[in-house]
């Protein structure tokens, strides 16, 4: 289902996604089996139109509008940040929808559900009503687009590992999902506020996520998710050392803080090394390995002691530590496809620091005022030009300009190599 927005449009996706999920939410109301597992299937293809297509759009919308990457970033932050404050709110109407309001069906658990509709047709109207239709590459069906993806994931170091470390980070987080509960209750001197706790959660992941919002202008994606892995990878190894329930509860708590930092760090190294032609299709692949890696623990979670599952969730987490060494070497996922000013921002940072690295022409990556020129399209841009350039190109291609993305044509973006 995701594969079909680079087909056929993103935003018609999105739009798609509040359809299905209201109807989703509505067979919920069933006492039929039958539909009941209808609402689940239903409920699975929008969460994952929900995790490809959104953040597609928003992409492709940045090119189209030449949006500085500065502000992407930012954009990023401020979508986690309101992502958490809308899980409290949710949290808080949906307590209220169950335990005040008169009961008008036989479960009276579904008037959460049932109020989530209008939240979700709401959100299919401003996405109708207010985006422009934005494409990824629309030669072929949605099949070949995935197999395509595929293919490009498999012959790239950079992408098999962003794809890698995206699986076993996010597989470590449902296994935390899965066991905080019994755990916090098991090592609670009192009753567990489930709520509160969760509302406490949330509180840290908007912490984080306005701390990657200070930073990122200095320290890049890669600098982040370094510290995110190995973060949460000690925060799920102190239920193995202590059973103090003020302990584990600060864990956790360092945990959901760092997943604030993980979700904007993650989604913009995607922006960077995705081709915007197939980035639904390739997300959309990243999120097989991720289901049958849930799909597997998840299966095996109840057969298992519980430190041995915070021992494996820290141990997919280190190997995400691991794997973040691949994001210090130079790319290989570039090949003149992708956001190449979005990639030198995130390398340089928005106010021109350096990390210590160059070009391959022996000079030094961009300056300030190159960092902030408009994002390129991915489908203007040239393919001999390539982000990173060997000594041989230098000899050949001394200077190489990039057409102008087909919504912008102010400026020429000029890229000079000294040979």
Known sequence: SSAVGDVAGHRRN??????????SCLLNNSDDLSMLALSRLLGGISYSILFTNFESWLIAEADASALPPKILTRLFGLATFCNALS???AGVVGHVAVEMLPQ???NKYTAPFNIAVGALLLASLLSATQWTERYGDRQGSAAAS????????RGSRTLLTLGLVNALYETALYVFVFVWTPSL???SPRPLSHGLVFSLFMLCKMVGSQGFSLVSHAVPPRVCLTVVFSGSAIAMAVPLVTSSYEALLFAFCGFECLLGVYWPAIALLRAAEISDGQRSSMMAVFRVL???LVIGVLLLVGALSEPFIFALAAAMLALCLCATSVFYLPSDAMGGRTNSSLAAFLRVGADGVTDGATDGCDSPRESKSSQRRPLVSAESMDDSVNDSVNDSDCEKLCTASPINASTSSKSNATLTCRA
């Open 104 to 106: 008008t069906t036989q």
């Open 146 to 153: 995935l197999l395509k993806s595929w293919r490009t994931i």
């Open 87 to 89: 899980a409290v709110v």
């Open 14 to 23: 999105c739009v798609a996604y509040g359809l299905l999920y209201s109807l």
């Open 290 to 292: 991720l289901n049958a």
């Open 185 to 187: 209750e098991r090592r």
